[in-house]
């Protein structure tokens, strides 16, 4: 299911406890509604499936900053 860029959901977004998003110095959030990331990071855990986001969009996949958008 295709997640809305809202603010609801900016602020529901685990970002800031991701490894891969802190390890890689990655920018920007709710890589699920926006895409992956223009910056291509390393692997280093995944917290997208504890995501509110995730749970109420009922999300497949994680590492949207790798694999890109939930279509």
């Known amino acids: 299911m295709k997640v809305p860029m809202t603010p609801e959901n900016k602020k529901m977004c ?3 406890t991701c490894l891969t998003y802190s390890h ?3 920018r920007g959030r709710l890589f699920c509604a926006t895409g ?3 910056k291509t990071p390393l692997m280093k855990g995944c917290v997208c499936m504890g995501c509110p ?3 109420e969009y009922k999300l497949g996949g994680y590492y949207f ?5 939930e279509e």
Do not use: D, P, Q
């Open 14 to 16: 685990l970002y800031t």
């Open 24 to 26: 890689n110095g990655l």
């Open 36 to 38: 992956k990331s223009e």
């Open 53 to 55: 986001v995730f749970i």
């Open 65 to 69: 900053c790798i694999r890109g958008a």
